[in-house]
């Protein structure tokens, strides 16, 4: 279902005292405001996951996301979390295929893939997350590259489960630089997404399926951006970390 969505992505940062205390101020803040029709998520590092979900147990709207996922369902994987771990603690959503993983952990599409399936198997949501580097875009190659992502880690979902996908574009030169991409250049990439989704899904799935921005998304300029047609909300990397930025941005909505 398209819904309102803003995630925060610790990424690998907060001691688990820093993010029990992040964690319940972002609680606290989100029920005073009542900011009941967008749906919050935290995606706190592995070691705190369990906590986490203990903290916002009862608070509305506030779910808890891992930052990754291992395909295979159990077994000799060292240092790996998988899916029926997450399952077993409430853990509700997972990102996947974040720019970073790619890049640093040499994850590919096909991987991906098999990450979705294995989490859409035990009641998990991915935010399976795409985006250009600057040089493709600079190539004029990005519209391309970002929908080839879906169609390799997405498209062999039947109609079903693709239902329960969050997608979240994040254009590799947005994350961390400060340089956020335009209203213009997000919702460009979104409405070619979305084109993109219902050459294979139909107009109906496509419009109802949340498709998130990501990118030095702050609360200065959440607000614009969240104005775009196309664009459900956001994945938040560094104002995640300041409970008061990251509830500006939810409330920028
Ligand atoms: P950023 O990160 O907001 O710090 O740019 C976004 C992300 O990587 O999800």
Known sequence: MRQKIVAGNWKMNNTIEEGKKLTSEIVDMVNKEGVDDVKVIIAPPAPYLSTVVGLTDGANNVEVSAQNCNEHESG?????????????????????????????????????????????????????????????RENGNHFEYVSNQLSEGLFHLGEEDFKKVVIAYEPIWAIGTGVTASSEQAQEMHAVLRKHLSSKYGTEIANNTSILYGGSCKPDNAKELFACEDVDGGLIGGASLKAKDFVDIVKSF
């Open 76 to 136: 000799a994987y060292t240092g790996e979390v998988s899916v029926s771990m997450l399952n077993s603690i409430d853990v509700k959503y997972a990102i996947i295929g974040h720019s970073e993983r790619r890049e640093y952990f040499h994850e590919t599409n096909e991987q991906l893939s098999k990450k979705v399936d294995a989490l859409l198997k035990s009641g998990l949501t991915p935010i399976f997350c795409c985006g250009e580097t600057l040089s493709t």
